[in-house]
């Protein structure tokens, strides 16, 4: 008997290692899109109704099934195809009026106003008081999700959640399609922050709050606004939805969509057979997406970016503190930058969807800085050396790699994080020879992902130089990114012009409601950040996706996938 | 043998409590825990993450920690998953019925291959049908379960298209109806089949090594010499003496059942608990990770206890006191 169980053992080890090499991706975990781009885009030929479009997600769902309440990704999809947000992002991830416009003069009162005759897949009307109902329910002590920022700045959000008052002071409903929403202050983003989703109240009707994540209209029952609705649910593996006549933007074509998890290793045979129509897949695998007949492989352009950074300082429980002098020398850095050929590595590395980036706005983002305005920091060895000389990093003794210039050893600690995907070890050691071609000694580490920025935050020792990524939301503001209070800021970098520059561009006296002079201050913050170079901004990547030939009117832009009530299939 | 049993489940609270330690002290060595997978800027403010870390207790002392679960636990409240926030009991319901339903019929499987190869084999040894069941039992244990999974989704559903590739049944059908049982039983039937091939191998040794060495016993040349039918011989005399030591394996596969499979429940996209366990590792889902393994190590136990009672039973010679 124990010999089994030791072959057992034998056999469990050699299996589990061979599959986790054997499996891809999760390099975007928490990725987050924002709501659709609502753009039309209709190829050729008529619209025809009918058919099952087969969707699939390559992980298993929560089973969080509403805005309020939902933390990741893979809901997220599920939750596109049959939630509304009340207004709209376009192309550039500026907010439009959708389902409510609005009007401000000060940008801290907002008087909105819905649209008449929107119909929830219950039969019920949409009336602004289940947005309310949403707002409440999010400030709610007992409210368990991560979206109470979204609500904390509307005047006695605070208050209510604390317990202080029984109302939120600055919303006022005056009847069913206008509501007045009140913030504390007036900021340029207070509407791309406000929480603009609304909950179905008859769904909720007698839940308590703290039941709600656990309740029937969270996980097996869902009602939204969108063009399909849920009719049913096989926990953690399928969801079945069926066309919402109602629907208030127009009848959608295609009768019923099935959404399964897949394991990615499957999902290219069941493309191949017909059996799967649509699905995100990992760039690893898009020559063989590409090399089916009845599938096309699409790519669009993503809003998220890669880095390395430098630690320059320490958290010290509030703000950053600069106070890291082992890469405070910008010659330094900025040898290093010279250094890495970033074309060939994203080329070798990110299997042709990615391309360098310059600044820590992702190209497609309307704040995002045109490249003539930016340092471009071209691979060139010769200025990397020379930069190096010159900050006094030689090599005196003979060892081929360079000192510090007190003469000491000096180690590039370089860190990467560790998924399941074998080529991140790969692109982790070309960068580390990079460095060591222009005469820098690194020592490369790779760290699991889900310990990465839980260890970047405890400032680990061997992640002085780090591989980071970020993907950015509608909100163009960086400063949750970048500015000298944030925790998310891992390099510690503490600039005083920048923090002035990011308020600004937030202060509404300064900008008001221009966003070309908007843009203009996030221009010169990105020059100042590039000047600076807190961090080594590598290359941004493009989301990819397959779906199957005969699903038409399927268009994609920053902010996503259109509507599925524009889909169609051909018959 | 009663009072054998109740000493030895008695001596399980010690164990279970040992064990319990052990699963919570390595869970809580596990670097991050279940909020530090969810960082993203754009989500979460940190604000959220601290006042998280508070509510679900990560920053009281460590004893305190433990006390405050093997409490609740003894309670039945298995605590909340971080991962799907509902209750961990729910969680697991949710998942049991797919993993009973994939070990059960695995087993099924298993035992009647096994039976029918081994039997055959062990009355006709050293012929060419016995090395050929060898030779295909030496290449089942070769074989890990992980490419035998993806050779099979290969072969017998991209290929042949003979059976679904992932999930555990067709949406489309209703509840509780004759053809939901029937999509269950398709959707099963190749993850099943991968997940036997192992324990088929060494059952059908085990079954055909028995037999051989049976039928050299004196009892079978006194039944010869009696003029007892070659069939009877086989089917009564021997058969019943070499299944002894099958039925012993019964309580180490009742654990099998439970504890799924984690390979073949992930390659298949099969929701039961060893995909449910996979992830839970993966997400740092501490409260429904240290349940499975305390169900798990519970199994064990009386998987085990089983199975020495059962060796009692069918074989007088071991006495148990």
Not at chain 1, 359 to 378: C, F, G, M, S, V
Not at chain 2, 84 to 89: D, L, Y
Not at chain 2, 132 to 156: D, E, M, T
């Amino acid at each position: 008997m124990k010999k089994r169980s030791m072959l057992w053992l034998a056999a469990l080890m050699l299996v589990l290692s061979a599959f986790l090499a054997a499996c891809s991706g999760g390099e975007k975990a928490g990725t987050k899109k924002e709501e659709n781009g609502g753009k039309s885009g209709e190829t050729a030929g008529k619209p025809q109704d009918g058919g099952t479009l087969v969707y699939a997600l390559d992980s298993s769902f929560k089973g969080l099934l509403n805005y309020s309440f939902y933390g990741d990704a893979v809901d997220d999809e599920i939750l596109q195809l049959f939630d509304e947000n009340l207004i709209d992002y376009d192309a550039q991830l500026k907010a439009q009026p959708y389902i409510a416009s609005w009007k401000t003069e000060d940008n801290k009162v907002f008087d909105f106003e819905i649209k008449k005759g929107v119909k929830w897949h219950n039969g019920d009307e949409l009336s602004v008081k289940d947005w309310e109902f949403a707002l409440y329910t999010i400030a709610d002590k007992d409210y368990e999700g991560p979206r109470f920022d979204n609500v904390r700045n509307i005047v006695g959000a605070q208050d209510f959640h604390d317990g202080k008052t029984d109302k939120i002071e600055g919303i006022k409903v005056t009847d069913d399609y206008h509501v007045q929403i009140t913030f504390d202050k007036a900021r340029v983003n207070n509407l791309d922050n406000l929480w603009t989703y609304p909950m179905n109240r008859t769904a909720f009707k007698g839940v308590a709050v703290k039941d709600m994540m656990s309740a029937e209209a969270v996980r097996t029952k869902p009602v939204g606004l969108g063009p399909y609705k849920v009719t049913k649910i096989v926990p953690g593996e399928s969801v079945e939805m069926e066309r919402f006549n109602d629907y208030f933007a127009g009848k959608p074509h295609i009768d019923k969509i099935v959404v399964k998890v897949i394991d990615p290793s499957l999902s290219v045979g069941e493309l191949k057979n017909g059996t799967l129509d649509m699905t995100s897949f990992h760039p690893s695998i898009i020559d063989q997406v590409k090399a089916l007949d009845n599938v096309n492989a699409i790519t669009y352009p993503g809003v998220s970016y890669y880095y390395v950074g430098f630690r320059l300082g320490t958290w010290d429980g509030e703000k950053n503190v600069m106070n890291e002098p082992k890469y405070a020398d910008k010659k330094l850095r900025e040898a290093m930058f010279y250094a890495i050929n970033r074309e060939e590595w994203v080329k070798a590395f990110f299997f042709g969807v990615g391309k360098p980036v310059n600044r820590p706005i992702p190209t497609n983002h309307w704040i995002a800085a045109p490249n003539d305005q930016l340092e471009q920091y071209k691979y060139n060895p010769k200025k990397a050396k020379e930069l190096l000389d010159e900050a006094g990093y030689k090599d005196v003794n003979g060892d081929g790699f360079r000192e510090d210039p007190n003469g000491k050893e000096f180690v590039v600690n370089f860190s990467h994080y560790a998924t399941q995907n074998p080529t991140f070890e790969a692109r982790a050691k070309a960068m580390a020879q990079y460095w060591e071609a222009v005469g820098l000694k690194t020592k490369v580490s790779m760290v699991d992902f889900n310990l990465y920025y839980d260890q970047l935050e405890k400032a680990d020792k061997s992640m002085e130089v780090f591989f980071g990524g970020w993907s950015t939301g509608s909100d163009p503001d960086p400063t949750p990114l970048w500015g000298s209070k944030a925790l998310w800021n891992y390099p510690r970098w503490v600039n005083d012009e920048s923090d002035k520059l990011l308020d600004e561009a937030l202060d509404i006296n300064v900008v008001g409601t221009d966003t070309n002079k908007r843009k203009d201050l996030y221009i010169q913050w990105q020059k100042l950040f590039m000047k600076d170079l807190p961090i080594l901004p590598i290359a941004e990547l493009e989301e990819t996706m397959a779906v199957s030939k005969r699903v038409q009117g399927v268009t994609f832009d920053v902010s996503g996938k259109n509507r599925p009530n524009e889909w169609w299939i051909k018959q | 043998m009663l009072k054998y049993s109740f000493r030895r489940i008695l001596g399980m609270i010690p164990m279970l409590f040992l064990i319990s330690i052990v699963v919570f002290t390595l869970a809580k060595l596990m670097p991050g825990d279940g909020i530090s997978g969810e960082i993203d800027p754009r989500n979460t403010d940190p604000q959220y993450i601290a006042e998280m870390r508070e509510k679900l207790g990560y920053n009281d002392p460590m004893p305190q920690q433990y006390f405050r679960w093997i409490d609740n636990f003894v309670q039945g409240d298995f605590g909340k998953s971080t991962r799907f926030k509902i209750p961990v009991a729910d969680v697991i319901s949710e998942r049991l019925p797919n993993t009973l339903m994939l070990g059960i019929t695995s087993i099924l499987i298993t035992y009647i291959l096994a039976f029918i190869m081994g039997s055959y084999a062990g009355r006709k040894p050293y012929t060419f049908g016995d090395n050929f069941i060898g030779g295909l039992n030496y290449l089942g244990l070769s074989i890990p379960s992980f490419i035998a999974g993806v050779f099979a989704i290969y072969l017998f559903s991209f290929t042949l298209g003979w059976f679904p590739s992932n999930g555990s049944v067709d949406i489309g059908v209703t509840d509780g109806t004759l053809e939901y049982w029937l999509s269950r039983l398709h959707h099963v039937l190749l993850p099943a089949i991968v997940l036997g091939l192992l324990s088929t191998a060494s059952y059908t040794q085990f079954l055909r090594n028995d037999i051989i060495e049976n039928s050299r016993k004196d009892f079978v040349r006194t039944a010869r010499a009696k003029g007892t039918p070659e069939r009877k011989i086989y089917n009564v005399h021997i058969l019943r003496n070499s299944i002894i030591p099958l039925i012993t394996f019964l309580g180490f596969d009742l654990v099998a059942i439970i504890s799924g499979a984690i390979i073949t429940e992930t390659i298949f996209t099969y929701p039961g608990l060893g995909q449910l366990f996979l992830q839970s590792v993966g997400t740092r889902d501490y409260p429904v990770l240290m349940t499975l393994t305390m169900l798990f190590s519970f199994l064990t136990l009386i998987g085990n206890l089983i199975a020495d009672v059962l060796y009692g039973v069918v074989d007088p010679r071991i006495r148990l006191d």
